[in-house]
């Protein structure tokens, strides 16, 4: 199915069709001008037709998509400064393997909660002792939210929703290719 716009006025005509085909690949839009009487276009000269790129719709799924996600254990922190200099809150959680700013969506069970990467804990022999490896620390408050206690260690469901633009405090280690998504590609 196509559809389309033609407006013509001083000698000029444009036309903007939109093709709307059932598949993707053919959906295409189109801009053609021409020249009636007036001579806007240049002695000499013709129509013109240009082809405008479509994005494909799952471009923006696919990018979400590769954000990694996955099942790891969450343990509990508080400290009184954070490596973002932030104060400590309810959404303030850590991770040595994602850059500050990181967004994160914990989901423990029915309760769900998101937290933003504003410190680089647990440590690396802390990672380790549990399985699956403890890739994320989640502040007090929202370990409480989930389990009613405050200091816990609990597995967790992640889901990586954005990445942060500051520093990341390790690029490998126990755990790193949950938390980056390496191996699941």
């Known amino acids: 199915m196509a559809t389309g716009v033609v407006v013509a006025g001083a000698g000029l005509s444009v036309a903007l069709t939109h093709s709307t085909d059932s598949s993707p ?23 013109h037709a240009v082809k405008l790129p479509r994005q ?55 309760k769900s909660a998101v937290g933003v990467v504003e410190d680089f ?5 802390a990672v380790a002792q549990h ?15 989930f389990t009613g206690t405050r200091s816990n260690s609990i597995p ?9 633009d500051g520093p990341v405090y390790r690029h490998s280690g126990t755990g790193y290719d949950m938390a980056t998504g390496i191996s699941e590609k």
């Open 156 to 164: 967790i469901k992640f889901q990586v929703l954005q990445l942060g």
């Open 56 to 110: 494909a719709p799952t471009e923006k799924a696919d990018k979400k998509a590769a954000l990694p996600g996955g099942v790891s254990t969450g343990t509990s922190f508080w400290d009184a400064e954070t490596a973002s200099g932030k104060p400590m809150s309810f959404h303030t959680v850590a991770s040595p393997y994602w850059p500050l700013g990181t967004k994160v969506k914990i989901t423990v069970g029915k």
């Open 25 to 47: 690949a053919a959906r295409t839009s189109s801009v053609q001008v021409t020249q009636e009487d007036s001579g806007l276009l240049g002695p000499g000269s013709e129509g």
């Open 121 to 125: 804990g647990p440590a690396e022999w």
């Open 131 to 145: 399985n699956p490896p403890a890739i994320i620390d989640l502040s007090e408050e929202m370990m409480q939210y």
